[in-house]
């Protein structure tokens, strides 16, 4: 290798960064490698919680920052947010020229990224490709930055055949797992007394960790819905319930005003947080009865973790789900029936069997190995699997 190999990650929200943590560990550590490392949307939002300070704090060096206005959250607003990104990384990537540009998920944050290294043809690194989640537009932007990667680091073998489908080469298509996994291998995880210090709060039993963020692409009012879920809640009035905020996305807003207003009414048994942090969400997690709403986290961290979800609505339609995971429709009363069900013993006690459909750890140290060797000279082609090339 001839100098360093200059590898850019961009993060835009406290989920993601979640996830590349590891990663970008790996990366730092690689005395071949130049990490990049681009900080953007909800990070430099004080709305949001301003978590560019966490990322500080864990000693990362931060390469740039694209500001991206989030003060609207109407489908207009969200389309100027994008449009202010595609503007704000393509004079980024201008000035770093990146060797690869590595990406995970399916924001609007991430769209506007990948168009702008796509132009500047700097090859793009996808991270969680091949997943369907059908009640949010998320689910398109996923496929579209598939189209636009090199190269595709999978969760499951049957995300790695969606990939293919999708006319991307076998031979760029990696199963490593999912990378925030390897918290629940290495975290340090807060006991239940550190976390009641932590959150100035006591948690009871049952306890229930809960995240409930806009469908956009239902057809049911996101206000309505969370409703649903709040009312449900109402009937469980001995549970302690600790609640994260929604994302950026259409009707987030409201949905926040909406939770407030209970969390005021109900103070003396839940609170609500605009980012925990992923110590802290996922020591919660492994404490909570129950883990809550339509989260990725849910289907991904949750059974790793060995804990029971309700996932309420289409949010993750068409994700793998364990064993330890219960649909509900976003009714209360199918809601309430969900939760008794995930709270029964012989439910809890089957949870100990729950096997992880997305690995079990490892991801982050397997992504990094191949984006620290993979040709760069290589060009993309279609592969189209009837013919086989």
Same mark, same amino acid.
């Given at each position: 290798?001839?100098?360093?190999?200059? @590898?850019?990650?961009?993060?835009?929200?406290?989920?993601? +960064?979640?996830?590349?943590?590891?990663?970008?560990?790996?990366?730092?550590? !690689?005395?071949?490698?130049?990490?990049? $490392?681009?900080?953007?949307?909800?990070?430099?939002?004080?709305? =949001?919680?301003?978590?560019?300070?966490?990322?500080? !704090?864990?000693? =990362?060096? /931060?390469?740039?920052?694209?500001?991206?206005?989030?003060?609207?959250?109407?489908?207009?607003? *969200?389309?100027?947010?994008?449009?202010?990104?595609?503007?704000? %990384?393509?004079?980024?990537?201008?000035?770093?020229?990146?060797?690869?540009?590595?990406?995970?998920?399916?924001?609007?944050?991430?769209? !506007?990224?990948?168009?702008?290294?796509?132009?500047?043809?700097?090859? @793009?690194?996808?991270? #969680?490709?091949?997943?369907?989640?059908?009640?949010? %537009?998320?689910?398109?932007?996923? #496929?579209? /930055?598939?189209?636009?990667?090199?190269? #595709? =680091?999978?969760?499951?073998?049957?995300?790695?055949?969606?990939?293919?489908?999708?006319?991307?080469?076998?031979?760029?298509?990696?199963?490593?797992?999912?990378?925030? $996994?390897?918290?629940?291998?290495?975290?340090?995880?807060?006991?239940?007394?550190?976390?009641?210090?932590?959150?100035?709060?006591?948690?009871?039993?049952?306890? %229930?960790?809960?995240? +409930?963020?806009?469908?956009?692409?239902?057809?049911?009012?996101?206000?309505?819905?969370?409703?649903?879920?709040?009312?449900?809640?109402?009937? %469980?009035?001995? !549970?302690?319930?600790?609640?994260?905020?929604?994302?950026?996305?259409?009707?987030?807003?409201? &949905?926040?005003?909406?939770?407030?207003?209970?969390?005021?009414?109900?103070?003396?048994?839940?609170?609500?947080?605009?980012?925990?942090?992923?110590?802290? +969400?996922?020591?919660?997690?492994?404490?909570?009865?129950?883990?809550?709403?339509?989260?990725?986290?849910? *289907? *991904?961290?949750?059974?790793?973790?060995?804990?029971?979800?309700?996932?309420?609505?289409?949010?993750?339609?068409?994700?793998?789900?364990?064993?330890?995971?219960?649909?509900?429709?976003?009714?209360?009363?199918?809601?309430?029936?969900?939760?008794?069900?995930?709270?029964?013993?012989?439910?809890?006690?089957?949870?100990?069997?729950?096997?992880?459909? +997305?690995?079990?750890?490892?991801?982050?140290?397997? @992504?990094?190995?191949?984006? *620290? #060797?993979?040709? $760069?000279?290589?060009?993309?082609?279609? =592969?189209?699997?009837? &013919?086989?090339?």
């Amino acid at each position: 290798m001839i100098g360093k190999r200059k @590898i850019c990650v961009v993060t835009s929200a406290r989920a993601d +960064y979640g996830l590349l943590q590891g990663l970008l560990t790996a990366l730092v550590n !690689a005395p071949d490698v130049t990490l990049q $490392l681009i900080v953007t949307g909800m990070h430099l939002s004080h709305q =949001f919680g301003f978590t560019v300070r966490q990322i500080e !704090a864990d000693g =990362f060096d /931060i390469a740039a920052r694209v500001e991206i206005p989030l003060s609207s959250d109407t489908p207009a607003g *969200i389309a100027r947010s994008m449009g202010f990104g595609t503007v704000g %990384f393509g004079e980024t990537l201008a000035q770093l020229n990146p060797d690869i540009f590595v990406v995970l998920g399916d924001r609007f944050e991430i769209l !506007a990224a990948a168009q702008a290294a796509l132009v500047a043809r700097i090859p @793009i690194a996808h991270i #969680h490709g091949g997943e369907i989640t059908e009640g949010a %537009f998320d689910d398109s932007i996923r #496929h579209a /930055i598939t189209k636009m990667a090199q190269w #595709h =680091f999978v969760a499951a073998d049957s995300y790695r055949d969606r990939v293919i489908q999708m006319g991307e080469d076998p031979s760029r298509v990696f199963v490593t797992g999912a990378p925030g $996994l390897d918290h629940v291998v290495n975290m340090p995880f807060l006991d239940r007394k550190a976390l009641e210090a932590s959150l100035a709060m006591r948690l009871g039993r049952p306890l %229930f960790l809960v995240t +409930y963020h806009p469908v956009t692409l239902g057809i049911e009012d996101p206000l309505a819905a969370q409703g649903e879920l709040l009312a449900a809640l109402d009937r %469980f009035p001995d !549970a302690s319930i600790v609640f994260t905020h929604p994302n950026a996305d259409p009707g987030g807003r409201a &949905l926040t005003l909406q939770l407030g207003e209970w969390v005021a009414r109900n103070g003396s048994r839940a609170k609500s947080f605009t980012s925990l942090g992923q110590q802290r +969400y996922l020591s919660l997690m492994r404490c909570a009865d129950i883990v809550i709403g339509n989260s990725s986290s849910g *289907i *991904i961290e949750a059974p790793a973790l060995k804990r029971a979800t309700v996932n309420i609505g289409d949010r993750q339609k068409g994700r793998l789900r364990a064993r330890s995971v219960i649909d509900a429709p976003e009714d209360g009363a199918s809601i309430k029936a969900a939760i008794e069900k995930a709270l029964s013993a012989n439910f809890q006690n089957d949870l100990a069997e729950t096997v992880s459909l +997305y690995g079990m750890g490892g991801a982050s140290a397997k @992504i990094a190995e191949i984006l *620290i #060797h993979v040709p $760069l000279t290589d060009q993309k082609r279609f =592969f189209d699997i009837h &013919l086989g090339s």
